[in-house]
């Protein structure tokens, strides 16, 4: 569309000053109503609703609206202006246009992108110059600013959130940084929200009117500042939301309010007639405009009244439906009675829980000091024994200091042993040679006595007799065998046995039973016993005896007393075996010369026996 186009195709109020920023703003567009969800945008009222082609959502100010805002703002030119929420600056370059000057508040400047574009619309509009864009959020940005500033606002225009409490909060915050003659204006009034921002400010002192445009614009005014004038389009049926019914409409006609109102009551326009009739209303005399003024004026106020306890009883009717719905729902719900008393159950159960617990914990405490009072007492017991043991440690450090010296003292005297050992060893030698002799000098006792006990027997005449008879029938096995007996009995050994069978020699026999005969027993047994000891080689107690001798020659330690009273004895033992061995031998060269008498008396006993033969 062209911009002077546009200008024709819209409406502006008559004797307001008309400025086109169009240019400035090569995204705007007219957008579609029907897209928008809002539930408060007017898409009945044929004016167009601008938007930016990038955010087709976000609606701009009606050409009408903007106009208007020119129109205010060059009434407060040179003084402290605010808005809060610029979106793409379109209300912001006609506000800084007219003002010449402009803080503005908007939190999508925090965008740099965003930013940039707004400044660079301002800067096409001409009012570069004019604006400061603050990033921040009303009221905290609001009162932030005022303080730093110290600014008194002569005219704010208010059209940041418009839900909920936000335009209320707006409102309260201007009101309180506004200079003594200020003006606020407000888009947007379809919103009851931020309807009740204006009747907060009426409520405080503020003198309230609506501009009626295409999204309705409120103004509280206060001292000398006075709104600016505004028509109607007289081309709509313009119709007030019910939340607005009190207050007054700029650039209403009497007929005009009085039609809207009746239109309000009945649901629909008077008829034509009423409508002629009404147009005489305007030129009533004053104190009937007077009257007739405050007879709408009541009536607006009772239709407010009537809508306000309208929408108390449809959230009321709403807040009834949902509690049916929320009790039907309960209804439908299991018993909850037997929930209600598991729950207690439960409840009780976790109490006496609970009780056990603190018993629990009761005894716990206790032993716990029991604990403590052990533990305190064992501590105690510990420094005494750290006393003990530091007293033990250095005894411990006494003794192996001593046990070091003992130690000393010990490989000295093993020093010494091993030297003793080495000097000991030929005494060692001599008392082995010696316990040798006793033991070869025991033996031969016993076989010697077994050789006596022998002798004893096989010197007896009628035993020597009577193996001579044997032996001369020829029965030498018989003679053997009674040999070997009488040896076995008399205790000779069986391994010597077989050393002593000559015994059983025809030649042995008859020589001992001769020498029995001629000379006596004694000289047989004698020459039995001789001849036994050698034949069983016991000469050897002399050879363990010489050895002990040559051994002796050694030097010998004067320790080994006892060793010396053992061989004092062995020497005693021996020098006895040494007189029977002189005895014995004595009884061998008697013997021996029996012997011989004895051959001549058997070769003599033999002859006679011979001749006899012969
Ligand atoms: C509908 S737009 C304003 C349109 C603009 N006045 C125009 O006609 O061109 C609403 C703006 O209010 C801003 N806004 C929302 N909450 C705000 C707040 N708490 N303080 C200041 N601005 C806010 C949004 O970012 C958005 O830019």
């Known amino acids: 569309m062209e911009r002077s186009k546009a ?6 109020s008559p004797g307001l000053e008309v400025i086109s920023l169009d240019g400035a703003f090569p995204n705007m567009i007219v957008g579609t109503k029907s897209s928008n969800m809002w539930p408060y945008l007017r898409r009945e009222i044929g004016h ?11 609606g701009f100010l009606s050409r009408d609206e903007a106009m208007l805002l020119f129109n205010i703002a060059r009434q407060h030119f040179g003084k402290p202006c605010l808005e809060i929420g610029c979106w793409r600056g379109w209300s912001t370059a006609h ?32 009012a570069g110059s004019s604006v400061v864009l603050h990033v921040g959020s009303s009221p905290d940005m609001v009162v932030q600013l005022s303080e730093e500033t110290g600014k008194r606002w002569s005219l704010v225009f208010i059209d940041g959130d418009h839900e909920g409490d936000a335009p209320r909060l707006d409102a309260e915050v201007v009101h309180r940084y506004a200079g003594e003659d200020a003006a606020i204006l407000l888009h947007d009034l379809t ?6 921002a204006l009747a907060w400010l009426r409520d405080h002192g503020w003198t309230t009117a609506i501009y009626q445009t295409m999204q309705i614009m409120g103004i509280a005014v206060r001292g000398v500042v006075k709104p600016v004038a505004h028509l109607p389009d007289p081309r709509q049926r313009w119709t007030l939301p019910r939340h607005l019914a009190s207050f007054p409409v700029i650039g209403e006609t009497r007929g005009l309010r009085l039609r809207r109102i009746v239109t309000d009551i009945e649901g629909q326009p008077p008829e034509p007639e009423t409508e002629m009739a009404n147009s005489g209303l305007d030129v009533l005399s004053d104190a009937d405009a007077k009257a007739l003024d405050a007879l709408l004026a009541w009536v607006a106020d009772s239709l407010e009244h009537r809508h306000e306890i309208a929408i108390a009883f449809d959230e009321l009717q709403a807040r009834y439906l ?16 037997q929930e209600f008393s598991r729950l207690q159950a439960k409840h009780l159960e976790a109490l006496s829980r609970g009780a056990d617990l603190e018993y629990q914990l009761d005894a716990v405490q206790s032993e716990s000091e029991a ?13 005494g024994l750290v006393v003990e043991r530091d007293l033990l440690t250095k005894m411990l450090d006494r003794v192996q200091r001593k046990h070091v010296e003992v130690l000393g003292h010990l490989s000295r005297l093993q020093a010494r042993c091993s030297q003793a050992d080495v000097q000991a060893e030929p005494a060692r030698r001599i008392s082995e040679a010696l316990a040798q002799a006793a033991l070869a000098a025991e033996h031969s006792v016993e076989l010697r006595v077994a050789i006596d006990r022998f002798a004893s027997w096989m010197a007896r005449k009628r035993v020597l007799f ?3 008879r044997r032996l001369l029938a020829g029965r030498t096995k018989e003679v053997q065998g009674l040999i070997e007996h009488n040896l076995r009995v008399s205790g000779v050994p069986d391994s010597l046995i077989p050393a002593a069978i ?8 008859l020589g001992l039973a001769r020498r029995c005969a001629l000379a006596d027993v004694l000289s047989a047994q004698g020459h039995l016993v001789l001849s036994l000891e050698r034949s069983f080689d016991i000469s050897w107690v002399g050879t363990h005896y010489a050895m002990a001798q040559g051994a002796a020659a050694a030097p010998m330690r004067t320790t080994e007393l006892n060793l010396r009273d053992q061989v004092g004895e062995l020497e005693n033992q021996l020098r006895a075996a040494q007189k029977r061995f002189a005895a014995l031998e004595a009884a061998k060269l008697a013997d021996e010369k029996a012997l011989l008498e004895a051959d001549l008396t058997i070769v003599r006993l033999q002859k006679p026996q011979e001749a006899q033969v012969s």
Not at 371 to 381: F, G, H, I, P
Request: proline content about 5%; hydrophobic content about 40%; aromatic content about 6%.
């Open 95 to 126: 506000m800084a246009l007219g003002a010449g000057n402009l803080e503005v508040i908007d939190p999508v400047l925090a965008d740099p992108e965003f930013s940039k574009d707004v400044a660079q619309s301002l800067q096409r509009a001409g």
């Open 7 to 12: 200008l024709e195709d819209d409406y502006i």
């Open 371 to 383: 604990v403590a009072e052990q533990l305190r007492q064992e501590r105690e017991v510990t420094r």
């Open 466 to 468: 009577g193996l001579s």
């Open 48 to 58: 167009h609703w601008y938007v930016d082609r990038r955010n087709p959502t976000v």
């Open 322 to 337: 949902r509690l049916l719905d929320r009790l039907a729902t309960r209804e439908a719900e299991p018993d909850l009675s």
């Open 502 to 509: 000559w015994l059983a020699r025809m030649r042995v026999v």
């Open 191 to 196: 919103s009851p929200y931020v309807a009740t």
